[in-house]
């Protein structure tokens, strides 16, 4: 049997209990090689500590904690963002609330840009690194979310952004936010599971924070009270888009539409789901 310091990368491959994929993300992660790494010095001997390090990875792994989680990192939008437990791990079909967003502040300049509910600081960083003249202001109720949010955007953005660092603001909603302040876009993926949805106990979300996943209600709260006070902080003509559930869409355009919006309407993902809603502020 071998010792630890005989274990190779190979070795610790082919014994893997996880997908292979899974398996060379930890070891890139642990051995700070890079994927080709892996095949040129695949059977090189490892240290113990490195060995140990990669097993208890992989037994975390194992018991479903999320590969973002033990990694510290997820790629969105081209981006690699900080992940941590205060944060949801940014998911490839909010790139489409991001692009919605860019495509509806083409021709403004030096927008102002407003993320509710900004988590990790995957959309406003996003937004803010390919519109590097936009103002861009993010909110969350979470210092811990925030303080994320803010190594992110420190790490990502140019430092000499046209548009200025962005401005974090701690609390809900717009309860926080200066009065005086309006938005060309505001944009948000905010808590959308309703209480008591089984996806809740499975698979990544057992491990993300439960009050960024679900109202504990009928998972339309917040997307109510992003609706209901978003007309007075847009400017007219001013855009709102929401990332919701699958079965939500119809729901969130009648939120939308009993607001008082125009051009009402949904997105669909690449998997074909209904996954933003949005509508523009009458005033143009």
């Not at 990544?204 to 609706?227: S, Y």
Request: glycine share 10%.
């Amino acid at each position: 049997m071998n010792t630890p310091q005989e274990v190779t990368a190979d070795a610790l491959l082919r014994a893997s209990p996880l997908p292979a994929l899974e398996t060379r993300i930890l070891l890139m992660h642990v051995l700070g090689w890079r994927r080709t790494e892996l095949i040129t010095r695949g059977d090189q001997a490892l240290d113990a500590a490195r060995v140990t390090a990669y097993r208890a990875l992989e037994a975390r792994r194992a018991a479903g904690e999320p590969i973002a989680q033990l990694v510290g990192a997820r790629e969105f939008f081209g981006l690699d963002f900080e992940v941590t437990p205060d944060v949801l791990i940014p998911r490839p079909e909010t790139e489409l609330l991001v692009e919605t967003a860019l495509a509806a502040m083409a021709g403004i300049a030096q927008p102002r840009v407003l993320d509710l509910g900004t988590g990790s600081g995957a959309i406003a960083v996003a937004i803010a690194s390919v519109r590097p003249d936009a103002r861009v202001w993010a909110v969350d109720r979470s210092p811990g979310a925030l303080a994320v949010a803010a190594r992110n955007a420190a790490t990502l953005l140019d430092a000499e952004r046209p548009g200025g660092a962005l401005s974090f603001v701690e609390g809900s909603w717009y309860s926080t936010l200066d009065a005086a302040l309006h938005f060309d876009v505001i944009v948000s993926n905010p808590p959308y599971i309703a209480n008591g949805d089984p996806h809740l106990d499975q698979g990544d979300l057992r491990f993300e924070p439960r009050g960024a996943l679900t109202d504990e209600a009928d998972g339309l709260t917040c997307l109510r009270a992003i609706v209901e006070g978003a007309p007075a902080h847009l400017v007219a003509g001013g855009v709102l888009w929401m990332e919701h559930g699958y079965d939500q869409a119809a729901a969130v355009r009648a939120l939308l539409d009993a607001r008082g919006f125009a051009e009402v309407a949904s997105k669909r993902d690449l998997a074909g789901i209904e996954r933003i809603s949005g509508g523009r502020l009458h005033g143009i």
